[in-house]
C-alpha cells in the first residue's frame, strides 16, 4: 500500500521504516529539515537498536523515502500521524499543537477513501474533534486510532511484532471500512496471530494512557515497598520475587530502583489526570497524583543515600553517576532520572561525572554543567562513590576487584538493584541498594 508518516520523530522514523520493511511504499514527512536529512541517508538521529540498519536495508529497496513537503501526502491510501504531544509547559495537559498541524497540513491532500491513522497518545476525545474537522474537508475519509505500544530499545521488533493491535472507529464496528485496510497495512503481523482488537474511538484513545498508569502505578507500588522495607529492615528484592510468583500480579515491572522517567510515563500519566478533570471524573484517577510523588521522590532518596555513603556530607565529594539515559539501550534523556538526580548531587556540592554509552551528546545538552566521560574507566578515577542509574549491561557486568583499582574509595550505590551485593562486598566494597538491608 502507498502511506505517509507524519512526524518522524520516535514513533514516526521507527513506525515509517517497518512498513517499508512490511512490503509498503512510504513517506516520511516532517518539518524537521535536518532530521528528514539524517534519515534520507539512513542515518537515525536517535539510537534505537536496529533502526539504522533497518533504514539502509528498506531504502535500497526504493519504497521508503522522506521529504519535508507535506503535498508528497497526496496519493497515499493510509497516513498516519505520528507528531509528538508533549506535556505543555507549567500544566499537566497534553500540549496537542503538534497533532492540529499535523491534521491541518494533511487535510488539503486528503482524497475519498483515504484513512487516517492516529498513533500519537492524546487526551480521550481528542479523536471525534479531529475526525470533526476531516469530515468538513473530505467526508469520504476516514479517521482510526491505532495506539502505539513501543518500548524504547525494542521499538523495532514491537511495530514488527507487536503484542496486540487496536483499532478505534467511529461506530466501533468491525464492518467499519477502514477496518479491513488497517487489517491489509498490517497483514503480515496479522497472519502471523497478533490479536487484534476493534473499538470506539474514546476506548481506543485510552487504552495507552490506561496501560501507561497501570505500569507506573506497579513500579511506584515495588518503590513504595522499598520505602518500607528500608524502615523495617528487609529486602525488597525478595519481597518482589514473592509476590511476583502469584500470577495475578506478576514480576514484570516489580523492580525497585530511582523511578520511571522518559517521554511517555511521566507525561501520559498527568495528561491523563488532567483530562479526567475536564470531564469531572477527577475523583477517579486522584491515586495517580501519590504514583507521581512516590516516583519523584525516588530521587530525593537516592541523593539522601549518596550523601550517607559519603560519610555524612557531598560538599567536594567526586562522584561518579554511570547512566544518563532513563533506560538502557536509549539515548533519551527526557525527565531520566539519573540525570536529574546527577545534577541535584551537583547542586548540592559534589563533583560529579557523568557516563553513559550513548546518550551523553543529549545529556549535554540539557545539563551543560555536569562533566561527562563515555570511558567507564576514565569515569570512576579517583571517584569518592559511584552511583550505577542506568541499568546498561556494561554496568552490570562490571567487576568489583578492577573497578577497585581505579577509585579512591570503594563505595557504590547500585540504584537499579542489578548487581550482586554478596560479590561486591566480599570484594571490599560497601555496597547500598535502594529497599535492602
Known amino acids: 500500500m502507498r502511506i505517509s508518516v507524519i512526524g518522524c520523530g520516535y514513533l514516526g522514523a521507527v513506525h515509517a521504516a517497518c512498513m517499508a520493511k512490511l512490503g509498503h511504499h512510504v513517506v516520511g514527512i516532517d518539518v524537521d529539515e535536518r532530521k528528514i536529512a539524517e534519515l534520507s541517508a539512513a542515518t537515525a538521529p536517535f539510537y534505537e537498536p536496529g533502526l539504522e540498519d533497518l533504514l539502509k536495508e528498506v531504502q535500497e529497496t526504493g519504497r521508503l523515502s522522506f521529504t519535508t513537503d507535506m503535498a508528497s501526502a497526496a496519493g497515499s491510501d493510509v497516513h498516519f500521524i505520528c507528531v509528538g504531544t508533549p506535556q505543555k ?11 492540529d498541524a499535523a491534521l491541518r497540513g494533511l487535510l488539503p491532500h486528503l482524497s475519498a477513501g483515504d484513512v487516517v491513522v492516529g498513533k500519537s497518545t492524546v487526551p480521550v476525545g481528542t479523536a471525534s474533534r479531529l475526525a470533526e474537522g476531516i469530515a468538513e474537508v473530505q467526508p469520504e475519509a476516514h479517521l482510526v486510532w491505532n495506539p502505539e505500544f513501543l518500548r524504547e530499545g525494542h521499538a523495532v521488533s ?9 483499532y478505534g472507529v467511529a461506530d466501533g464496528s468491525e464492518d467499519h471500512p477502514a477496518v479491513a485496510i488497517l487489517d491489509e497495512v498490517y497483514d503480515a503481523p496479522l497472519s502471523a496471530g497478533t490479536p487484534r ?32 522495607c528500608e524502615a523495617a529492615g528487609a529486602d525488597v528484592t525478595q519481597l ?4 511476583g510468583m502469584d500470577d495475578r500480579i506478576g514480576r514484570k515491572f516489580l523492580h525497585a530502583g530511582i523511578g520511571f522517567g522518559g517521554g511517555c510515563l511521566p507525561k501520559d500519566i498527568r495528561a491523563f489526570m488532567a483530562r479526567a478533570g475536564e470531564l469531572g471524573a477527577d475523583q477517579a484517577l486522584t491515586f495517580l497524583r501519590e504514583v507521581d510523588a512516590i516516583n519523584m521522590r525516588r530521587r530525593t532518596r537516592v541523593v539522601e543515600l549518596s550523601r550517607e555513603l559519603c560519610g555524612g556530607s557531598l560538599l567536594g565529594k567526586r562522584i561518579t553517576v554511570l547512566g544518563a539515559a532513563f533506560k538502557p ?3 533519551d534523556v527526557r525527565d531520566s532520572p539519573a540525570l536529574s538526580i546527577a545534577a541535584q548531587l551537583q547542586l548540592q556540592g559534589a563533583v560529579v561525572t557523568v557516563s553513559d554509552p550513548k546518550a551523553l551528546a543529549n545529556a549535554a545538552r540539557r545539563f551543560p554543567e555536569l562533566q561527562y566521560v563515555e570511558d567507564t574507566d576514565t569515569a570512576v578515577k579517583n571517584a569518592d562513590a559511584l552511583l550505577l542509574l542506568t541499568e546498561w549491561q556494561q554496568y552490570r557486568e562490571m567487576d568489583p576487584h578492577t573497578v577497585k583499582q581505579y577509585v579512591t574509595e570503594p563505595r557504590i550505590l547500585d540504584g537499579r538493584n542489578v548487581l550482586d551485593p554478596g560479590k561486591w562486598r566480599a570484594a571490599g566494597w560497601h555496597y547500598r541498594g535502594l529497599g535492602r538491608p
Open 158 to 166: 514491537d511495530t514488527l511484532n507487536p503484542d496486540r493491535f487496536v
Open 329 to 331: 539501550e536509549s539515548d
Open 89 to 99: 509547559k507549567g500544566e499537566n495537559a497534553a500540549d496537542m499543537s503538534y497533532v
Open 197 to 228: 482488537l476493534v473499538s470506539d474511538l474514546a476506548t481506543a484513545e485510552l487504552v495507552k494512557t490506561a496501560a501507561n498508569s497501570f505500569l507506573a502505578t506497579k513500579i511506584s507500588f515495588i518503590n513504595a515497598m522499598a520505602e518500607l
Open 240 to 243: 518482589a520475587d514473592a509476590i
